[in-house]
């Protein structure tokens, strides 16, 4: 009888062990299948990064929304310049 109830307690354990597991491999890498766990801030310039690449160290070009437009920036350790923008067009299909 009391072995029983240890491989119980055993079997709950290992339960939520798993169960936690689970829900920190999902945060983890939630972001890499594009699950939208975090809800995005919405700013008042309406300002979102599309995708940013890194070149080297503190150097990178982002693709960034503001309202309808876009703009593609290149962030150098010193400084930073617009690289080229445009209009957005909405498709109403």
Do not use: C
């Not at 109830?5 to 597991?21: G, T, W």
């Not at 309202?67 to 909405?90: A, F």
């Amino acid at each position: 009888m009391m072995e029983n109830m240890y491989v119980q307690i055993v079997r709950v354990f290992l339960v939520l062990v798993a169960i936690v597991s689970g829900m920190f491999i999902l945060y983890r890498y939630g972001s890499k299948f594009k699950f939208k766990m975090l809800k995005q801030q919405e700013t008042p310039y309406s300002l979102k990064k599309i995708d940013m690449i890194h070149l080297g160290y503190k150097k990178f070009v982002s693709v960034v929304e503001v309202k309808d437009r876009v703009l593609v920036i290149g962030v150098g350790e010193k400084d930073l310049s617009l690289l080229t923008q445009w209009t957005k067009e909405d498709k109403d299909i």
